[in-house]
């Protein structure tokens, strides 16, 4: 249906008694003598209002259907409007969330608890780093010389906390904090420790092993194997600690290589073949450093 190009309400009825429609109203009354020209005038307006009754509708009609699609088009803008801003409002509050995960967060305390007697000694972010990534590490980071080492350079800030480097982790790389990849000019290896060194040492790890969630049975063979250590008859040989510290040192790594390779023992077995190998390493070094003396006498 064609559009209907003008409003109904602004037309105006004719005047049918005026003299435009004279000769109209005259023709009809003389073709029929009963009708007077009221009677064609009013026929006349009678006509004109049927007809603009029904433009009238058809207008209406079509303003009705103008003003539905109207509104349909703007409840679709204000739904698309709606469901942007609610895309918008989850985007923002994903990226809130996110941020809120990243964002430092503050411990509670006891109000009625004050600090201890005393401090235990804290080994370096890169000792606890290897440890947090189930890797081997020196002992001497875990002993008070370690712990010192640490605290001292902590001090000094030699490494901006906020720095950052590269590192690998697992399969991806990612950005760590640079102080945590630095390992301390001054460690000293294992098998060069006192076994007072070992001693405490070993127990810093092994609390420290628990707090960074290693597995209880990971955790009670490394206890059994350091207790073995300590109980172990080569202790009572001449140089006996320095045997059982080679053999400590040497046997963790490897402990730590087969666990990569998911090829894993239990460390808390003591093999003796690989003690007598230590004791005569530690042997062998006592009789070359004899010599050295016997062919160097100003040594002496």
Not at 121 to 138: D, I, M, T
Not at 170 to 184: E, K, T, Y
Not at 234 to 244: E, K, Q
Request: net charge negative; hydrophobic share 40%; aromatic share 8%.
């Amino acid at each position: 249906m064609a559009r209907i190009a003008r409003n109904p309400d602004l037309d105006l009825c004719p005047d049918f008694a005026g003299p435009i429609f004279r000769t109209a109203r005259d023709a009809i009354t003389t073709a029929d003598p009963n009708k007077t020209t009221d009677n064609v005038v009013a026929d006349f307006t009678a006509a004109w209002q049927a007809d603009w009754d029904i433009q009238k509708a058809a207008w209406d009609a079509q303003e009705a259907a103008d003003q539905a699609a109207r509104d349909t088009t703007a409840q679709a803008a204000s739904d698309e409007a709606a469901r942007k801003q609610a895309e918008l409002d989850a985007e923002a509050a994903a990226e809130k969330r996110e941020a809120d995960k990243k964002k430092p967060k503050l411990n509670d305390f006891d109000s009625t608890k004050g600090v201890g007697d005393s401090i235990a000694p804290r080994p370096s972010s890169f000792a606890l780093r290897k440890l947090e990534r189930f890797e081997y590490v020196e002992l001497w980071y875990f002993t008070r010389e370690g712990c010192t080492d640490a605290a001292a350079s902590a001090a000094s800030k030699t490494i901006n906390e906020d720095a950052l480097a590269l590192a690998k982790l697992d399969d991806f790389v990612g950005l760590r904090p640079a102080a945590s990849f630095s390992a301390s000019k001054n460690v000293v290896k294992d098998n060069d420790l006192s076994w007072e060194q070992l001693l405490f040492a070993k127990n810093s790890m092994l609390e420290h092993m628990a707090a960074l969630s290693w597995p209880d049975k990971h955790v009670s063979s490394l206890a059994d194997f350091w207790y073995s250590l300590e109980t172990h008859p080569s202790r009572s040989l001449l140089h006996g600690d320095r045997i059982v510290l080679t053999y400590q040192a040497e046997v963790r790594i490897e402990w730590h290589e087969r666990l990569k390779g998911n090829k894993g023992f239990n460390i808390a077995f003591i093999n003796d073949n690989l003690m007598r190998r230590a004791s005569d390493k530690i042997w062998d070094s006592v009789r070359d450093a004899v010599s050295s003396l016997h062919r160097s006498p100003s040594l002496i």
